[in-house]
Nanobody
Framework: QVTLVESGGGLVQTGGSLRLSCVAS????????IGWFRQAPGQEREFVGG????????TYADSVKGRFAMSRDNAKNTAYLQVDSLKPEDTAVYYC????????????????????????WGQGTQVTVSS
């Protein structure tokens, strides 16, 4: 059982940047595929990106390609989501989640974006982008 805690959210202007962190405890972080999701008020929680266990493979939603970047430091039990060129449409609560079985090179995109495939979730961190 791994516990995840997100941080790094805040209020920024259009075009600004933030680096979100996801710190894991109570489990073997290096064995988990990490997904990032976001949820705006009144909308469904949507997939943002996913990163493989060793950090070599990444998958991004079309809406954030070229603007967001994921990385991880297994020695620090931490995953990162760098968010650049922020738009008001990016305003949402951002969550990290861990999967025990997903593999970047062997699982289809439809499985990577499925929320039910992630067993552990953080509490979320708020990102607000002003226009």
């Amino acid at each position: 059982q791994v516990t995840l805690v997100e941080s790094g959210g805040g209020l920024v202007q259009t075009g600004g940047s933030l680096r979100l962190s996801c710190v894991a405890s109570g489990g073997t972080f290096s064995l988990s595929y990490i997904g990032w999701f976001r949820q705006a008020p009144g909308q469904e929680r949507e997939f943002v990106g996913g990163i493989s266990k060793n950090g070599a493979g990444t998958t991004y939603a079309d809406s954030v390609k070229g603007r967001f970047a994921m990385s991880r430091d297994n020695a620090k039990n931490t995953a990162y989501l760098q968010v650049d060129s922020l738009k008001p449409e990016d305003t949402a609560v951002y969550y990290c989640a861990a999967s025990h079985f997903l593999r970047h090179y062997f699982d289809d995109y439809k499985d990577i974006i499925r929320r039910a495939n992630y067993a552990n979730w953080g509490q979320g961190t708020q990102v607000t982008v002003s226009s």
